[in-house]
DNA sequence: CGTTTAATTGAGGAAAGTCAAGTGAAGTGG
DNA sequence: CCACTTCACTTGACTTTCCTCAATTAAACG
């Protein structure tokens, strides 16, 4: 299946999962359950605040809350039984976590930017499930999307080389811009070098090499530390998609 | 956290998300499912046989079928851009696959040994969630197990050495194994060395080699292809579990 | 402006990849 | 039931990439 087909298609097939009922678009069900009833969500959500680098939970601890971004980006990690910490997925502006466990949380999340977001008890919001059914599907459509996410990511930690890793990478992060309808002119990274080594599974100084490496091929260009662009787009291209391609 | 009581908490929480209405365990919504109710189950569901290497889905296709294992194992995978192919897990019986995507199929399928499953009419399946909201949870927890299972195995794929490598997946069988409730005197590898290679994203070479490590320094028995026993737990735990440890 | 944190770069070594040849198991047809 | 073909797996030789450790430079922050 070709890359520019499978894009294409995601765009149009996942605003809807036609084996669930409520069969409403996610942009719908975000504005319906965000947006259209701020009064009737005031009570049972809050506003939580938090600090670059702060920790918002742990893996293993009560899931007690849920929270939906409003501004800033989160990290969601595990540490592996060898004590290295790998990030698991960046979470940004409306997107939704603390959800996929059971009893307790499966990953660990910290603010990697300041964060803004809505803080839901998890108590109320089971009620208000029961209570609306409908907006069920709301959060099937999330779970599902974030085990398509997974199962990518794990796509991209089984590639060989760092190049490619990288460029796909970019490329996820500049698709990621579209969806949420921001300029792609420029590549926004809000995270450290470390967090993207983590989320590659490269160490730190392999990452460096491969940003320094793919700069002086004059395929991209480093602005600052947050701010890629990319020159070559279609070296760049044949790198992310490309067939066997090393560097 | 510990790993031990890691594993234990697992088996204790996941059984229930208590953040979901119909609070029944899984082996319950199973049998509620799938053995209670085989007459009204028969109308929108009908037995399906694939042969050995068969493919029963391929990723892009229009998602009409969902399958629920009786017997036989299940291979999902993806091909990436450069052409490999990735399997993202396998699957047993009991287990459900094909509902993870929305319009579409998001991973292809094969089976990798005879295999025997129920098949439905996504449609159907459709109707008879809106008509009992309460088997939502069974496959909501589905899901989020299979989201689970997908971090683990993003983390494995991360894991620098081939050896830890190797005892952690066979450690993961063997723990499945226990949760089917088979015996776990020997560990069963129903697929091809192949399909272990592009699960762990080694080379079939590699993947070989470590079999033969560990096989040499006598920490497993190669009893033949598919029966592997551990021999020697104390060091296969460290390799599996350990911290930094290389082979 | 100085201190701390983040990122880049260099040198050496080790593990896995690739290519290729060889062995073992399984399945088929006479 | 055995010979033959095919497929699955193992092993060897050589190459490459990334990791580790360490030193250096650049940016952020008080």
Same mark, same amino acid.
């Given at each position: ?58 893996? *293993? @601890?009560?899931? #007690?809350? $849920? ?5 800033? &980006?989160?990290? +969601? ?103 949420? *309808? @921001?300029?792609? #002119?420029? $590549? ?5 070098? &470390?967090?993207? +080594? ?50």
């Amino acid at each position: 299946m070709q890359k520019g087909q499978r894009n294409r298609r995601a765009l149009e097939d996942r605003e809807a999962y036609p084996w669930l009922p409520g069969n409403l678009s996610r942009e719908a069900l975000h504005k319906v359950l965000f947006e259209g009833k701020r009064a009737q969500l005031a009570q049972i959500s809050s506003i939580a605040q938090f600090k670059k680098g702060e920790n918002i939970y742990s893996d *293993g @601890e009560v899931l #007690d809350k $849920i929270f939906v971004i409003i501004t800033g &980006t989160v990290a +969601a990690y595990k540490k592996s039984q060898d004590g290295k910490k790998h990030i698991v997925t960046f979470l940004y502006p409306k997107d939704l976590f603390g959800l996929w466990g059971g009893r307790r949380y499966i990953v660990s999340t910290e603010a990697i930017t300041p964060v803004v977001a809505y803080s839901f008890r998890a108590s109320a919001l089971r009620q208000q499930l029961s209570r609306n059914p409908k907006t069920y599907s709301y959060f099937v459509t999330k779970i599902c999307d974030q085990l398509s996410q997974n199962q990518d990511h794990a796509l991209l930690l089984s590639r060989l080389y760092s190049a490619p890793k990288l460029a796909t990478f970019l490329n996820m992060q500049r698709q990621a811009q579209l969806m949420r *309808g @921001e300029s792609t #002119d420029e $590549i926004y990274l809000p995270m450290r070098r &470390t967090d993207i +080594a983590e989320y590659l599974g490269l160490s730190l100084a392999a990452l460096s090499r491969t940003f320094s490496l793919l700069s002086a091929r004059r395929i991209i260009k480093i602005r600052n530390r947050r701010h890629v662009i990319i020159i070559n787009r279609k070296v760049f291209e044949k790198l992310a998609n490309g067939r066997r391609t090393r560097k």
